[in-house]
């Protein structure tokens, strides 16, 4: 069971704005920094955000990350046919029991 | 180019051991931590170790701990995992991951991830 929780679903119309959300703790949302992953139909994952809101070089600028106190944010802004996948979020949480990254639950993305 | 590429995944009967390999290229290995996911068929992402650039750090996830083992050669750009007392929930699809930088001051993510070698766990 994963301490980031994300919505199972989301889904939108191409065009459309879609948001995803990612809610943590004080011991890992509330005080590091958050990271998104897109993984495509039978792919690896690919890094979408990182630092909270800083896009790799290749990725388009309709993914935006947010994060305010013990949640974050993932925007796909113009939705387009090729963004259906799921998408996790994640973050290293420093509890007592270790230092451990974790991904969020997962949310599967789909383009109506 | 940068290339992760696993090998030693197959199947094994519970209880067993198995070692999994990862050579990369294409960029300065010892410049990097790694790391090592998994993800269930059909399930979601979980992260199983991090070993630092040096080895000089080395983390695991509760649910491997003890039972893994996670190393790197920098001189051969390989990094493996060690895994024995194997389970049925230890069968997933393995990556292996790059990430650079410190988690306090944030790293820029696992921004490069090999295709993955399937560990079955079976009798």
């Known amino acids: 069971q994963s301490v980031l929780t994300q919505p199972p679903s989301a889904s939108g119309t191409p065009g459309q704005r879609v948001t995803i959300s990612c809610s943590g703790s004080s011991s890992n949302i509330g005080s590091n920094y958050v990271y998104w992953y897109q993984q495509l139909p039978g792919t690896a994952p690919n890094l979408l955000i990182y630092k909270n809101n800083q896009r790799p070089s290749g990725v388009p600028d309709r993914f935006s990350g947010s994060k305010s106190g013990t949640s974050a944010s993932l925007a796909i802004s113009g939705l387009r046919s090729e963004d259906e996948a799921d998408y996790y979020c994640?973050?290293?949480?420093?509890?007592?029991?270790?230092?451990?990254?974790?991904f969020g639950t997962g949310t599967k993305v789909t383009v109506l | 180019e940068v290339q992760l590429v696993e090998s030693g995944g197959g199947l094994v009967k519970p209880g067993g051991s198995l070692r999994l390999s990862c050579a990369a290229s294409?960029?300065?290995?010892?410049?990097?931590?790694m790391n090592w996911v998994r993800q269930a068929p059909g399930k979601g992402l979980e992260w199983v170790s991090f070993?630092?650039?040096?080895?000089?750090?080395?983390y695991y996830a509760d649910s491997v701990k003890g039972r893994f083992t996670i190393s790197r050669d920098n001189g051969k750009k390989s990094l493996f995992l060690q895994m024995s007392s194997l389970r049925a929930e230890d069968a997933a699809v393995y990556y292996c991951?790059?990430?650079?930088?410190?988690?306090?001051?944030?790293?820029?993510?696992?921004?490069?991830w090999g295709q993955g070698t399937l560990v079955t766990v079976s009798s």
């Open positions: 070993i630092s650039s040096s080895s000089s750090y080395i």
């Open positions: 991951v790059r990430e650079y930088g410190d988690y306090k001051q944030g790293t820029e993510g696992f921004d490069y």
């Open positions: 994640a973050v290293w949480d420093d509890s007592l029991s270790g230092l451990n990254y974790v």
């Open positions: 294409g960029f300065t290995f010892s410049s990097y931590s």
